[in-house]
């Protein structure tokens, strides 16, 4: 069976650094070796309240990001999750023969719960379901992920191999999560115990792949750090999160690792290290950002093309759900 990479963001708020380093760019480098297949999960942003005029409006905005980050969508397919009904067709099917055990042990729920209980859903509870069938809808061997969604695949391939058993079929490949070495886990500018969020009220937490230049300085000289210098060896930057985000994020965006980092700025205080490491920001990110503006400013052009990439998806989906409900014994 031939490889095939699936993953997506929600859109919700602007994408950021850590969206980048973590997925887009992994992203476009994948796309050079492997069939790959991205989305834009809308349905699992509205697990939690959304203004409708501003999540179609992110919708637009995220799908122009990925272009403009480099992904290519005549070579891969791209398409926002809403307009494949099989998403939640496959959900459905998959909702009914997972145990409920397998759910209560999903810890991203838990964590969630405890942060605002009352505005808990039953969407909220069962995404992990829906994430499963966006993930086998297109038959995918590989999930590129971060460190917190790996929960969520191995729920996928417990999943898989249930209804694959239990129908005596083997349509679902179990997938395997892809978890990037470098730029996996970016945190919070001004938290370094905290993943770096679209969610964060402050937006001096995060660097946007819209921001302009001048903001980008201002939000990384603001950067919380600590009054030591710059260590020399990366073992002693273990008990320092905010400075150990800052080297991690430059030795992402240059494409090295911490410790030639540390070589360069040993003993040194934070300031030239922010000078240059907002330099090296701005060079990855400008050229996104004025790509990202030429995409939208032709937003007939940008809608004609993410319904053909859907019509792509479309076809594989359709295809993948007739199989399901033979399996299954449902009307077709």
């Not at 067709?89 to 209980?117: H, Y």
């Not at 919070?188 to 001048?214: A, P, Q």
């Amino acid at each position: 069976m031939r490889e095939l990479y699936f993953s997506g963001i929600q859109p919700t708020g602007s994408l950021h650094l850590g969206n980048y380093l973590g997925a887009l760019k992994q992203w476009v480098k994948l796309q050079r070796e492997k069939d790959c297949i991205f989305s834009i999960v809308d349905l699992h942003a509205i697990t939690i309240p959304q203004d409708p005029v501003e999540l179609r409006e992110d919708i637009f905005r995220v799908f122009a990001l990925y272009m403009a980050a480099g992904i290519d969508v005549n070579r891969n397919i791209v398409f926002v999750q809403s307009q494949i009904k099989e998403h939640v067709e496959l959900s459905w099917c998959l909702s009914c023969i997972t145990p409920m055990g397998w759910m209560n042990r999903m810890t991203q729920f838990k964590d969630k719960v405890q942060k605002n209980a009352d505005n808990a859903t039953l969407g909220l509870y069962s995404y992990p379901i829906l994430m499963a069938a966006d993930i086998l809808l297109y038959r995918s061997t590989h999930v590129p992920v971060g460190n917190d969604q790996k929960q969520h695949v191995e729920l996928t391939r417990d999943v898989a191999q249930l209804f694959n058993n239990r129908f005596k079929t083997d349509l679902f490949p179990i997938p395997e999560p892809v978890i990037p070495e470098v730029g996996a886990r970016v945190m919070s500018l001004r938290d370094g115990t905290k993943k770096m969020s679209k969610s964060n009220d402050s937006d001096m937490s995060r660097i946007n792949l819209t921001d302009d230049d001048d903001l980008i300085r201002k939000k990384i000289q603001k950067a919380k750090t600590d009054s030591d210098p710059i260590p020399s060896h990366i073992t002693e930057l273990q008990n320092r999160t905010e400075p150990l985000n800052l080297v991690s994020i430059f030795a992402a965006i240059i494409g090295c690792d911490e410790q030639e980092i540390l070589n360069r700025y040993s003993g040194q205080n934070f300031s030239n290290f922010k000078k240059d490491l907002a330099d090296a920001i701005i060079n990855e990110i400008a050229p996104i950002r004025n790509k990202y503006e030429e995409i939208m400013s032709d937003k007939i052009s940008l809608v004609k093309l993410i319904n053909q990439s859907n019509e792509k998806a479309r076809n594989i989906a359709e295809f993948t759900m007739q199989m399901v409900k033979q399996c299954m014994g449902l009307y077709i």
